[in-house]
């Protein structure tokens, strides 16, 4: 009898633990995202990437003239990091700071989202995971773009 309770017992916690474990298995890992672009080497190539191509696309380029692009490289890479599920915390200042003061539209909002896809796919980055860092950054439009 009580050896019938404690193999009940074994099951039931057998059974717990594999429904468990396929849950986890489920939901995809937090920082999915962050892996599939490469972890923080992989972003920081991109970004490495991204800022020449911001510099020469004539829809925007004339908001970095004053720009500290060293600086913003590492902050953007934080950013990514973040957004993507990473280790990591963005210390920079908030969107609406950042870009308060250069009449930001949505058409140039709409070009360096374009050209951080470019960057990405020189990367390697399949589309699927691209999309989903840009739709991750969707939202900061509202606060970015003020024209
Ligand atoms: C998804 C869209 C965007 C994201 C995620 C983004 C992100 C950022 C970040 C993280 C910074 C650094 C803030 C800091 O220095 O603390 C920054 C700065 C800046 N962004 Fe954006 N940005 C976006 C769109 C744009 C657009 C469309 C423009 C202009 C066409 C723009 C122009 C700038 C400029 C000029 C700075 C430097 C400001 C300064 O020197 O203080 N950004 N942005």
Redesign the pocket.
Known sequence: MRTNFIRLSQQIAGIFAVSLSLSAFAQSAPDAMYQELGAKTGISKIVEDFLPIVLADT??NA??K???ME??AL??T??FCEVSGGPCK????S?T???KE?N?TNA??N???ED?QIAMEKNHIPSSVSNKL?AK??P??RP??TK
Not at 90 to 93: A, F, I, Q, T
């Open positions: 829809r925007i908001a970095f004053d720009t500290d600086r913003l902050m953007l934080e950013q963005y210390s920079g200042k969107m700071e950042a870009h250069l930001v140039q909002f070009a360096l989202a951080l840009v950054l969707a900061m439009q970015i773009v």
